[in-house]
């Protein structure tokens, strides 16, 4: 049976875990990055491989093979760096097939469509685990000119668009398949006009809706498989599941008709207008990884143990996560995060409404090191795009490159609208320098003679936390060399004492900020200083 613990009691239960999390002794920051210290894994690099761009937003990515499969709402694709309209543009219908080694689009062009005037939206994309089906599921009418109200599917790897057809009378928002079934949860009343309370199921042999038939009373929007396969976790709005607490998480069996499942842990609810709702879910071998929006209520990332649903950890960072993509023991999010501050390693609120977009954490941190995950060094970024948008949308992986997909038009400040992607070290190099530095400044110490002092500010690098700071006397010589370790929030002022010159020669300085991998940017040169001479 469910818990009866009331939802009251798992919100107090977890807050008091999340006030746990965050009084921490003074673990040491988290310094993961591409080139991380013993003990933390690494991350796939931050700069974005060369990918074809869409002409709007991409609400979903998955992985199938070597093929990644977007879908969102967006009329075509153009290649990187080119700017809407451009004349290499492919018309796509709102999904769309890349190489998932080159970011190169293929031939796959179906169209999903709604009727004149209405909207279309592709929520998710998810392939059967034989990887010979490929689901679709959001707010649409058609496919191909034929009736696929809000659910299809196609063959793969073909791609032709199958049979398989059925009318839910609402949106349909996410998917997960096992080898004999197929879960979606949306904000359906109906299906073929047989109530589903926001949850159904359907053979994936004979595409048969089921006797499955668990019960939502709000919005489902994100589901997922149990590690063993015998529940289906389900995240949303909802206050309750079969009628039971607790909001916004729960799970129910994958036995013929959806029983309760035992579930201790639900997200915030305080009215509805102030919630915590589950966007995404995850999971490894054991553990389920949540990531959360809310309302002026929690909206970063938990981990949950399937089985009863205890809270394993959870996180502070503050700014709602919409999607979470695991790759070789890294927790990739995107959200508007704005304040990290309850974390090892996490950032302050920033300053001038900033934001924080793309984020890693370790899936499983050392409990000995911490109570909850520390930000591992990865801060590639995007920014909202349109309208105030959210920026990140969808995440997936192929084992060697981490997809983003949703709404923003730059990355790392460069023009890339709707999808990009980030490899790991094992299929790209990390190339991209230090962040741009300011030139020194010099003076003349007093009481000094043949002495000037060199100060200047630190840089800093999206994915690698140690750089070495080389300080350039009259561009050609290299007088000082120091490691120092920085974050985008955190620069601290360095100096050197440059000792030994000629009295009254005149000198100026330049700095050189260099990464592990060699990437470098140097600065401008200071102003030409004379070094005194002797009374």
Not at 61 to 81: D, H, L
Not at 249 to 257: N, P
Request: charged share 20%; proline share 8%.
């Amino acid at each position: 049976m469910r818990s009866a613990t009331t939802a009251a009691t798992l919100a107090a239960a977890l807050t008091a875990t999340f006030t746990s999390a965050l009084t921490l002794t003074a673990a040491p920051p988290a310094s993961a990055d591409t080139a991380p210290p013993p003990g933390e894994p690494p991350t796939v690099t931050a700069d974005p491989l060369p990918t074809w761009q869409t002409n709007g937003t991409v609400w979903t990515v998955t992985t199938v093979g070597g093929t990644v499969y977007a879908g969102g709402s967006f009329s075509a694709i153009r290649p990187p760096g080119a700017a809407p309209g451009d004349p290499r543009e492919l018309p796509r219908g709102n999904v769309a097939a890349f190489d998932a080694a080159t970011g190169e689009p293929l031939a796959w062009n179906p169209s999903v469509e709604s009727n004149p005037g209405k909207e279309v939206v592709v929520n998710d994309l998810e392939a059967s685990p034989d990887g010979r089906s490929l689901y679709v599921a959001g707010i649409f009418t058609k496919i191909n000119g034929l009736s696929r109200p809000r659910i299809g599917a196609f063959s793969l790897p073909d791609g032709a668009l199958t049979g398989f057809r059925h009318d839910p009378d609402a949106a349909v928002e996410d998917l997960a398949v096992s080898g004999t079934t197929l879960y979606a949860g949306g904000s359906f009343a109906a299906v073929d006009g047989v109530p589903r309370e926001r949850l159904a199921a359907f053979d994936t042999a004979t595409g048969a809706l089921t006797a499955w038939a668990p019960t939502a009373d709000r919005r489902v929007m994100s589901v997922v498989l149990s590690p063993d396969g015998s529940q289906v976790v389900i995240g949303g709005k909802f206050n309750r599941l079969n009628g039971s607490p607790p909001h916004g998480l729960g799970a129910v069996r994958t036995d013929a008709t959806g029983t309760s499942a035992p579930w201790e842990t639900g997200l915030e609810y305080v009215s509805d207008s102030r919630q915590s709702w589950a966007t995404a879910l995850v999971k490894d071998d054991d553990t389920v990884y949540v990531s959360a929006a809310g309302t002026g209520t929690f909206d970063g990332r938990l981990a949950v143990d399937p089985n009863g649903g205890h809270l394993r950890w959870i996180d502070g960072c503050k700014g709602g996560t919409e999607a979470v993509t695991l790759l070789d023991g890294v927790l990739y999010s995107g959200s508007h995060a704005h304040d990290c501050s309850t974390q090892p390693g996490g950032f302050p609120q920033l300053a001038n409404d900033g934001h924080q977009r793309l984020l890693a954490e370790p899936a499983r941190p050392d409990p000995a090191r911490y109570d909850t995950p520390p930000i591992l060094h990865w801060f590639p970024d995007t920014d909202s795009g349109p309208d105030g948008g959210q920026g990140p949308r969808s995440m997936d992986n192929d084992g060697r490159h981490v997809w983003v997909g949703g709404d923003f038009t730059t990355v790392n400040k460069q023009p890339q609208q709707g999808i990009t992607r980030f490899g790991s070290l094992a299929v790209t190099d990390d190339v991209g320098p230090p962040e741009k530095i300011g030139a020194p400044t010099v003076t003349k110490p007093d009481g000094t003679t043949g002495t000037l002092t060199v100060t200047w500010t630190q840089t800093w690098d999206r994915d690698n936390a140690t750089l070495t700071y080389q300080v350039v006397r009259d561009d050609d010589t290299v007088v000082h060399s120091v490691d120092s370790s920085s974050r985008f929030w955190e620069l601290k002022t360095l100096t050197y004492t440059d000792t030994g010159l000629t009295p009254g020669s005149t000198h100026t300085y330049t700095v050189r900020a260099i990464d592990h991998f060699g990437n470098t940017i140097q600065s401008r040169a200071s102003d030409p200083v004379q070094a005194r001479s002797a009374e």
